[in-house]
């Protein structure tokens, strides 16, 4: 069970942090990611770690903006966003994976789903 928090309206440039809290299974011991779907389009994977090789990926246009973290004894994961634009909106999901996926953390099958927040970037 993920049940996500922190989205809100910011205005572009600004910063907002989201929560992941996990319950049920400890989260240190899976893949993680964070997947954004804005409307019209296809969901995508803003980034993910792999618990397998401990890689973490970043899709390009959050690179040096946004960063994932985790707190243990929270079992929590966080998604800092930082120098946020109009193209930023969207609904955040958190995500888990079992640990015995391998390979780019972006194709594993998350089976494990928040139910998403909402974030908007706008003046």
């Known amino acids: 069970h993920l049940v996500e928090s922190g989205g809100g309206l910011v205005q572009p440039g600004g910063s907002l942090r989201l929560s992941c809290a996990a319950s049920?299974?400890?989260?240190?011991?899976?893949?993680r990611a964070w997947f954004r779907q804005a409307p019209g389009k296809d969901r995508e994977v803003v980034p993910c770690v792999s618990r397998s090789d401990g890689k973490t990926y970043y899709e390009d246009f959050v690179k040096g903006r946004f960063t994932i973290s985790r707190d243990n004894a929270e079992n929590t994961m966080y998604l800092r966003m930082d120098d946020l634009k109009p193209e930023d909106t969207a609904v955040y999901y958190c995500?888990?994976?079992?640990?015995?996926?391998?390979?780019?953390?972006?194709?594993?099958?998350?089976?494990?789903w928040g139910q998403g927040t909402e974030v908007t970037v706008s003046p």
């Open positions: 049920g299974f400890t989260m240190d011991y899976y893949s």
């Open positions: 995500a888990a994976a079992k640990p015995n996926w391998i390979g780019n953390c972006v194709r594993y099958g998350y089976e494990y």
